[in-house]
């Protein structure tokens, strides 16, 4: 999976939230192919419909920070190609 940006870090902790944006985003492309589009209400906040030629999706994920003395959550957003 080919992200843009690349890489994501939660602005409070500096920790790399890369693997849980990608598991989101495996998570829905997994519930896209079992589901139909009804498996992206689960685990994307939002994501622009484009044609299926297009390489690039956006995307808009909700992930965890572990940092901190709790964790809190984070939206993380850009593009990616699957």
């Given amino acids: 999976m080919n992200l843009d940006p690349a890489a994501y870090e939660c602005p409070l902790h500096h ?13 829905d492309e997994d519930s896209d192919l079992a589901f139909g589009d009804r498996g992206r209400l689960r685990g994307l906040v939002g994501r622009d419909r ?3 030629r297009s390489t690039s999706r956006p995307f808009q994920v909700v992930v965890t ?3 901190g ?5 984070q939206v993380c957003e ?3 190609a699957p």
């Fill in 78 to 80: 850009g593009s990616y």
């Fill in 65 to 67: 920070c572990p940092g």
């Fill in 15 to 27: 920790v790399d939230l890369t693997p849980s944006v990608v598991q989101r985003l495996r998570e």
């Fill in 69 to 73: 003395a709790s964790p809190h959550t």
């Fill in 50 to 52: 484009q044609s299926p």
